[in-house]
């Protein structure tokens, strides 16, 4: 009797067991599935015009005239990498400073006001964030340093800020996951906490700031709707930081509505590039990560 | 579980999610999409349209000429809207004309400027002609707006003022006439074109060869910046299309025009 009990439960536990995993597997596999389809759908529409037209003239190209058949990526390719090269010039040390402020400096009270202002930036729209880049800084730009307004500079200053709840957030767990005995022997060998904040937690929380720094730039390089409202959007590569730009985002946003047969194709095409880049960027940056981590051990 | 079950599953989930993906709208809705300079006239058309025809729903998008005729071509919608005339691959739709609209070259109130030759306008959008001292103007370089590539207003501007030259490529683009005119209002140094029909006291609308912006000049021919609004649909309009062009084009909706600052096509 005891035996057959214990058979009949023992069994439906199993297929529970299977059923919910079942069901993890079909759900990751969709998200997986839609991600593929993406990718094969733009792979797909966009590489056949890249060597159409010629790789090389699509990508070096500085002349974009969708209505005149030329697809030049030059001025958005340089665009993209002015704008995201500004915004971590500004996320990068504000936000890093940010979570050493945090981890380190701060007593509990001022963490515990700090940290979820943080998360509330995080989680502004980033149309409201363009909104403030048009009726605020837009402006103070023209009148103090000359120009349009719609600027690289504004679309740097607005991408900065917004990549910092990421940087901030990331680095902190990073810092907060060194073991406290690297403080504590740093301390007691006589060290001041400035000098164990850059000798030591530093260099061994650096896999994790690194990741916080990839996944701003990726935001930062995927970022459209604040980068419309204030890069000024000219197709030209901008002679400074005042001048107007157009990143790769911006491009296909502003194009998609209306584009029809080797324009949409083109811009595609662009997407292929921006898949492209972010790839390199990730992989890059994971080696170095990787790296780091090896050197260490 | 094995590998088949596993792709089994994975094609089941599959067709799941795509047979999910359906068209369809009801008899009692009427979607326009296309210019923004038509955009606001076709909201007040539809405002009145719905308070005499309860139970109807009219609605109305932007996105620009290119992508309202885009849209209606692929049956997005029913009715789409073009500020300009239509080209060689697009004249298989119907076109209607519903309305006229003065073409504006704006700048900001505090801009001495008052008026300029064609001429000038089409040098200064080449990017030739840096500077507002040529006209009399501060000593600033000239912040050049335009409109994306499948705006209406842009290529009646590059048809009625550019012809064959293009417009520099540094000009600042933006997608909207609303955004321009919000450029322009806050920048000193900035010129742009609107539709006439939108030009307000924000922005100042320069005289063209002489002759101001107004309805008057458009009227006696001497201001010739001027383009047909278009409503265009895949064959004859029918049912609620219909019915809704037809209040449009009733001396009811050609005032309506009037009252909002357009040309009625009579």
Not at chain 2, 106 to 113: A, E, F, K, L
Request: hydrophobic share 50%; charged share 15%; with cysteine.
């Amino acid at each position: 009797m005891d035996g057959t009990a214990k058979k009949r439960s023992g069994t439906r536990l199993e297929r529970n067991d299977r059923l919910v995993r079942l069901a993890l597997l079909v759900v990751a596999f969709s998200a997986v599935s839609v991600l593929l389809v993406i990718t094969v759908f733009i792979v797909g529409q966009g590489t056949p015009i890249m060597f159409r037209y010629g790789l090389k003239s699509f990508l070096t190209g500085t002349r974009w005239y969708p209505s005149e058949n030329l697809f030049g990526l030059w001025p958005m390719i340089v665009g993209s990498l002015y704008v995201t090269v500004g915004a971590m010039v500004l996320g990068v040390p504000f936000g890093l400073s940010c979570a050493i402020v945090l981890t380190e400096f701060s007593s509990k009270r001022l963490r515990s006001i700090i940290k979820p202002v943080i998360e509330l930036l995080a989680g502004i729209p980033s149309v409201v964030y363009g909104f403030m880049g048009v009726v605020i800084l837009v402006p103070f730009i023209r009148e103090t340093f000359g120009g349009p307004g719609l600027s690289v500079l504004a679309a740097a200053i607005i991408l900065g800020i917004m990549i910092l709840p990421t940087i901030i957030s990331i680095s902190v767990d990073a810092l907060q996951a060194v073991p406290p005995t690297y403080r504590e022997g740093s301390i007691a060998l006589g060290a001041t906490k400035w000098q164990t904040v850059k000798m030591v937690l530093l260099p061994a929380a650096r896999s994790g700031i690194i990741a916080s720094i990839i996944l701003g730039m990726g935001r930062a390089i995927g970022e459209t709707m604040a980068v419309i409202m204030i890069a000024g959007n000219a197709a030209k590569v901008p002679g400074s930081l005042l001048d107007p730009v157009r990143t790769l985002t911006s491009n296909i946003a502003l194009e998609m509505g209306y584009a029809a047969g080797e324009h949409r194709q083109a811009l595609f095409a662009t997407g292929v590039i921006l898949f492209i880049i972010i790839m390199v960027l990730n992989t890059v940056a994971n080696v170095t990560a990787s790296r780091m981590k090896g050197a260490k051990k | 579980m094995t590998r088949q079950r596993f792709a089994c599953l994975f094609l089941a989930l599959a067709v799941a999610l795509l047979a999910g993906c359906r068209g369809g709208r009801s008899k009692n809705e009427l979607t326009l999409a296309g210019s923004t300079s038509i955009q606001p006239f076709a909201d007040k058309w539809a405002e009145v349209f719905m308070e005499r025809h309860p139970g109807f729903a009219v609605n109305v998008q932007g996105g620009g000429s290119s992508a309202g005729i885009q849209a209606c071509k692929s049956g997005a919608c029913e009715i789409g809207m073009a500020s300009r005339e239509l080209k060689a691959d697009e004249a298989d739709l119907t076109k209607i004309v519903v309305a006229r609209d003065g073409l504006a070259i704006i700048v900001h109130p505090s801009n001495p400027v008052r008026g300029l030759k064609v001429a000038e306008v089409k040098q200064i959008f080449s990017g030739d002609l840096a500077g507002w001292q040529a006209f009399g103007g501060p000593d600033k370089r000239i912040t050049v707006v335009t409109r994306e590539e499948g705006s209406g207003t842009r290529g009646a501007f590059q048809e009625l003022v550019m012809g064959k030259t293009r417009i520099f490529s540094g000009a600042i683009t933006e997608d909207s006439n609303g955004t321009v005119r919000e450029i322009v209002a806050h920048d000193p140094a900035a010129i742009g074109f609107i539709s006439l029909g939108l030009v307000n006291s924000q922005v100042r609308a320069l005289a063209l060869d002489g002759a101001a912006a107004n309805d008057a000049n458009i009227l006696n021919g001497s201001y010739r910046l001027v383009r047909p609004f278009l409503f265009v649909s895949r064959g004859l309009p029918t049912g609620l299309a219909k019915e809704f062009i037809d209040f449009v084009l009733s001396d009811e909706g050609q005032t309506l025009v009037r009252e909002e600052g357009l040309l009625p096509i009579r």
